[in-house]
């Protein structure tokens, strides 16, 4: 699978360089969350999108290289047909109709036999 996407300035994305996140303060988390650094910005991206709150994704910055991708990008990065990992959260585009992404289907719990 292709290593390279193409970012907005037209810049071809090296999936493979080192990466690193700057995610926002997320206020409700009593441990913040800080810079991190990836070996791959494929690794930082699945983090960015898998891993933290949603509300956070919103305030993140990647940086790879000499370009920068806020929330929207990281996320349309996750999305593209180019992201070299495997995904486990589904996209808008497989959800189906009527289904939020990233929700779960509710899981029955059987009852407990009471003695």
């Not at 997320?26 to 009593?30: K, M, V």
């Not at 800080?34 to 690794?43: H, P, S, V």
């Not at 959800?95 to 939020?100: D, L, M, N, S, V």
């Given at each position: 699978?292709?290593e390279?996407?193409q970012?907005?300035r037209?810049?071809?994305?090296d999936?493979?360089?080192?990466?690193?996140?700057?995610p926002?303060r997320?206020?409700?988390?009593?441990r913040p969350v800080?810079?991190?650094?990836?070996?791959?910005?494929?690794?930082a991206?699945?983090y960015a999108?898998e891993?933290l709150p949603?509300?956070?994704?919103?305030?993140?910055y990647?940086q790879v290289?000499?370009?920068r991708?806020?929330?929207?990008?990281?996320?349309?990065?996750?999305?593209?047909?180019?992201y070299p990992l495997?995904r486990?959260v589904q996209?808008?585009e497989d959800?189906?109709?009527?289904?939020?992404p990233?929700s779960?289907?509710?899981?029955?719990?059987d009852?407990i036999?009471?003695?």
């Open positions: 699978m292709a390279k996407v970012s907005i037209g810049e071809a994305l999936f493979a360089a080192p990466a690193e996140l700057f926002t997320y206020r409700r988390n009593r800080g810079y991190k650094r990836f070996d791959t910005a494929a690794l991206i699945r999108v891993e949603a509300p956070l994704l919103n305030g993140t990647l290289q000499d370009q991708f806020d929330g929207e990008g990281i996320r349309a990065l996750y999305e593209s047909e180019d495997q486990t996209s808008a959800a189906p109709e009527g289904e939020a990233d779960a289907p509710a899981k029955s719990v009852p036999p009471q003695d």
